[in-house]
């Protein structure tokens, strides 16, 4: 078996074990050929694919076009250089941002195409849903062994946190150690009031391998904890694993985005019914601990 990971340097990617996991440099997933290329020269077998344009509410907001554009034509591109390469078995992310926006809780895989995403990311939304399209059209025509996992917000060690583009639990951490340092306010974006999900990337990287080498079913397999969890605690959370005693101030020029986004993880729970997850409390720990040990090349 010889495994590659796309994506292989990024939050979730970092964290999964492969036998390939190249950078951009190496392989180009924008252009078909070179993955075709690249898959039968190391005859790979099995893929893990991580690899997407990826980013908090603000970057989705500002970059939409981007963002669709890119996860459209890598993740496209992934799927048909497996199938003409003769992958035994793909398992590729999509995201609980696929969910419609209007929906009943909790999310469950059966929901994703039933209506439209959240405004804040439909674009992105939308392009990772057509994994799900073109993973079981693959099935279906070719017998394609090709599946899709759906984790919540994922956070931990080796995420972005770049203040613009990142997600809320490295921009806080970020946030709140900065506001420590300068004797500043620790502010939130929003009102702090949505409910998330949030998963802590070891998990993902145990449960993915799960998947890999258990699971191949065409339906979407929700990847969460059965916790969601307000932006307002996470930010209290933080402070308190921080040391912040300052002020927590919530800026309402910055939008919310979806309101909660609870998911259905009773197939998981299924099928792993021991599965410990990592608490908030300690994936929190070590995030912050990873901050502080990369810092200085974060933030430079
Ligand atoms: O993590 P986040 O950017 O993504 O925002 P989403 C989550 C919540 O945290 C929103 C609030 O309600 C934000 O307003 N928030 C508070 C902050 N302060 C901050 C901050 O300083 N930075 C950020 N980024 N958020 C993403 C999708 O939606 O979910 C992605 O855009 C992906 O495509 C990801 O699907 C899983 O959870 O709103």
Same mark, same amino acid.
């Given at each position: ?107 469950s895989a059966d929901q994703i195409h039933d209506g439209e995403p ?39 060690? #080796? ?26 306010d620790f502010v939130i974006w929003g009102s702090g009031e949505p ?18 080498? #258990? ?86």
């Open positions: 078996m010889s495994l590659l990971v796309t994506g292989g340097r990024g939050l979730v990617g970092s964290a999964i074990a492969g036998d390939f996991k190249p950078t951009r440099d190496e392989l180009d997933l924008m252009d078909l050929e070179s993955i075709v290329a690249y898959l039968n020269e190391n005859q790979i077998t099995q893929i893990i694919h991580c690899a997407a344009k990826v980013g908090g509410i603000k970057a989705n907001m500002d970059q939409l076009g981007e963002f669709f554009y890119a996860n459209t034509i890598i993740n496209t591109n992934v799927l048909e250089a497996a199938r003409c390469c003769s992958v035994e078995k793909v398992v590729s992310f999509m995201s609980t941002c696929v969910f419609p926006d209007k929906a009943t809780y909790p999310l959240h405004s804040s990311n439909y674009a992105y939304a939308y392009s990772k849903r057509m994994l799900d399209v073109q993973s079981r059209a693959y099935r279906e025509q070719y017998g394609c062994n090709f599946v899709t996992v759906i984790p919540c917000n994922i956070y931990g060690p #080796n995420d972005n946190f770049d203040l613009e583009s990142s997600h809320v639990i490295p921009a806080l951490i970020r946030k709140c150690d900065e506001a420590i340092n300068t004797h500043s409910w998330r999900e949030f998963i802590f990337v070891g998990d993902v990287a145990e449960i993915t391998s799960w998947v890999l080498n #258990n699971y191949n079913d065409p339906a979407p397999f929700i990847m969460s904890p059965e916790s969601e969890v307000q932006i307002s605690t996470i930010a209290q959370t933080i402070a308190s694993v921080m040391g912040f005693e300052g002020n927590i101030v919530y800026d309402s020029h910055y939008p919310d985005g979806q309101l909660k986004k609870p998911s259905d993880n009773s197939v998981l729970r299924e099928l792993m019914p021991d599965y410990q997850f990592t608490s908030i409390e300690d994936g929190l720990q070590q995030s912050v601990h990873w901050y502080k040990e990369h810092k200085k090349e974060i933030t430079t």
